[in-house]
């Protein structure tokens, strides 16, 4: 360790917590706020999904160690809500899943440590009309909808609700921006 021990902040999930950093977002907004109060660790894997976060769980987070994050922030649900692909293969989860992965994952979080806040981000919507016409042949099948997306964020917001975390509504929140879909996406 370097210098005085600092409250660790940790961002877990998937390319929208590994591109936090990138183009002014919010990862680096909140890194240039808590400069040098605290350490921000990136726990951010594209293509990731809850399914994958439930299998890393303990070792991205175990239970033994002697410091624990004072802030857990997690975000899965973008990739877990599109479409399912005919091969089986790809980033879907059903909701039903999706909804037992994220308890799971609050239910390790809070094992953590009694002072350990967590804040659950929910699935964005998207750009649909982007999206559909960036899609590879490849993964032509993999559907991507505003339909889908909202129905994940509120799976998750009513599962943050029962289980007393705090969550942030980001299907609603980047809606009302005035020409969210241009603005909201980089």
Known sequence: MVGPSRPQFVFFGSSIVQLCFSHGGWGSILSDIYSRKADILLRGYYGWNSRRAVQVLDQVFPKESP?????????????????????????????????????????????????????????????????????????SELVRTNELCQKYSDACIKLCQEMGVDVVDLFSAFQKKDGWAKACFT
């Open 67 to 139: 410091v624990q994050p004072s802030l857990v922030i997690v975000y899965f649900g973008g990739n877990d809500s599109m479409g399912p692909h005919s091969s089986g293969l790809g980033p879907h989860v059903p909701l039903d899943e999706y909804i037992e992965n994220m308890r799971k994952i609050a239910i390790h979080l809070k094992s953590l440590s009694d002072t350990t806040r967590i804040i659950f981000m929910s699935c964005p919507p998207v750009d649909e009309t982007r999206v559909g016409s960036g899609t590879s042949g490849i993964f």
